[in-house]
T-cell receptor
Framework: KQEVTQIPAALSVPEGENLVLNCSFTDSAIYNLQWFRQDPGKGLTSLLLIQSSQREQTSGRLNASLDKSSGRSTLYIAASQPGDSATYLCAVSAAGNKLTFGGGTRVLVKP | GAGVSQSPSNKVTEKGKDVELRCDPISGHTALYWYRQSLGQGLEFLIYFQGNSAPDKSGLPSDRFSAERTGGSVSTLTIQRTQQEDSAVYLC??????????????FGQGTRLTVV
């Protein structure tokens, strides 16, 4: 059974500092990994999708890496801003097609 | 529509009543997922629809929960005889194809269900 873990559960940084969010999964036989952002009381916003054959994906200040063999992904957010405060979730998809989510990392960027 | 639409956005119901939650996926998306997010908890998979295939119902927590997807588009999640532990945010997502086609999943804003 696939298990996804995100550490730390919460993170607080001053504005301008780079953010590093970690995601690990137990079964490396995945199709893809997706990072999401969730604001309080809202749904999930897709940030990046990394296919299993890819090593990284970039969008603006966001960069996500994937090391499938070790079961790890890292989301980097450069030059953090208060508007980046949210909960960040990673999810993997595998045989059966459903997404398995980590518990999320709650980020607070202090002005 | 431009995104996944869920209705109602909020629902308060009395214990024992039945509720229906609706999801309109992005047009043309063949895959549709329902998840549940309880207060302070992670996302719990409920059910997955892919095209005309039989749905994966492995995440439904009890036989009080059911879902259907009519015409390969709109989906309805029904909870019968609601209990207080059913209180949660119910999230729907859709994607262009199944996960093995490497397509991105897009989520709606959710329905917040409160059972009193």
């Amino acid at each position: 059974k696939q298990e996804v873990t995100q550490i730390p559960a919460a993170l607080s940084v001053p504005e301008g500092e780079n953010l590093v969010l970690n995601c690990s999964f137990t079964d490396s036989a995945i199709y893809n990994l997706q990072w999401f952002r969730q604001d309080p009381g809202k749904g999930l916003t897709s940030l990046l999708l990394i296919q299993s054959s890819q090593r990284e994906q970039t969008s603006g200040r966001l960069n996500a890496s994937l090391d499938k063999s070790s079961g790890r992904s890292t989301l980097y957010i450069a030059a953090s801003q208060p508007g980046d405060s949210a909960t960040y979730l990673c999810a993997v998809s595998a045989a059966g097609n459903k997404l398995t989510f980590g518990g999320g990392t709650r980020v607070l960027v202090k002005p | 529509g431009a995104g996944v639409s869920q209705s109602p956005s909020n629902k308060v119901t009395e214990k024992g009543k039945d509720v229906e939650l609706r999801c309109d996926p992005i047009s043309g998306h063949t895959a549709l997922y329902w998840y549940r997010q309880s207060l302070g908890q992670g996302l719990e998979f409920l059910i997955y629809f892919q095209g005309n295939s039989a749905p994966d119902k492995s995440g439904l927590p009890s036989d009080r929960f059911s879902a259907e997807r009519t015409g390969g588009s709109v989906s309805t999640l029904t909870i019968q005889r609601t209990q207080q532990e059913d209180s949660a945010v119910y999230l729907c997502a859709s994607s262009l194809g199944p996960a093995r086609t490497f397509t991105e999943a897009f989520f709606g804003q959710g329905t917040r269900l409160t059972v009193v």
